[in-house]
């Protein structure tokens, strides 16, 4: 008895669950990481400010 071909399954698109927890835990990292660099510079300024304030 003949059958036809079965379809190929298509590949599945989209991100997964697991795949999109790990890109916004990355995300964060990365802002915590340059918001302390940011913080830093700041202080930096704020320092440089004082000093040339006080010549």
């Known amino acids: 008895m003949w059958r036809p071909p079965e379809p190929t399954p298509t590949p ?3 991100f997964s669950l697991i795949e999109l927890l790990l890109v ?3 995300v964060g990292i990365l802002l915590a990481l340059m ?3 940011v913080g830093l510079a700041w202080e930096c300024a ?3 400010q004082c000093k ?3 010549n």
């Open 12 to 14: 599945a698109r989209g």
């Open 24 to 26: 916004i835990t990355i």
């Open 35 to 37: 918001m302390g660099g």
């Open 46 to 48: 704020r320092d440089t």
């Open 52 to 54: 040339h304030n006080l």
